[in-house]
Nanobody, 123 residues
Framework: QVQLVESGGGLVQAGGSLRLSCAAS????????MGWFRQAPGKEREFVAA????????YYQDSVKGRFIISRDNAKNTVYLRMNSLKPEDTAVYYC????????????????WGQGTQVTVSS
């Protein structure tokens, strides 16, 4: 069992930065691939980024490559998403999730989810 709590969301102007954090509890965090997803109003949830248990493999959605950085600190049971050069189209609720099996890019492959944190980017 893994419990996830996101924080760090807020309102930012276009071009600005935010860092999201996801604090995890549970024995399996340090061995789990972790992902970030987002869901904008009226749109389906989409994959943003994922990081393997030791940070050795990282995956990004094309639209965030070069702007977002995913990282983790297993000693703190926390995964981060640093978001730079934010755009209005990045506005969404951001969720972190723990991977179970299957594609890292697919939501159903993740079995534990946080409650989400709102990110709003104004133009």
């Amino acid at each position: 069992q893994v419990q996830l709590v996101e924080s760090g969301g807020g309102l930012v102007q276009a071009g600005g930065s935010l860092r999201l954090s996801c604090a995890a509890s549970g024995r399996t965090f340090s061995t789990s691939t972790m992902g970030w997803f987002r869901q904008a109003p009226g749109k389906e949830r989409e994959f943003v980024a994922a990081i393997s248990w030791n940070g050795g493999r990282i995956y990004y959605q094309d639209s965030v490559k070069g702007r977002f950085i995913i990282s983790r600190d297993n000693a703190k049971n926390t995964v981060y998403l640093r978001m730079n050069s934010l755009k209005p189209e990045d506005t969404a609720v951001y969720y972190c999730a723990a991977h179970s099996s299957g594609s890292y890019y697919s939501g159903p492959s993740y079995n534990f989810w946080g409650q989400g944190t709102q990110v709003t980017v104004s133009s």
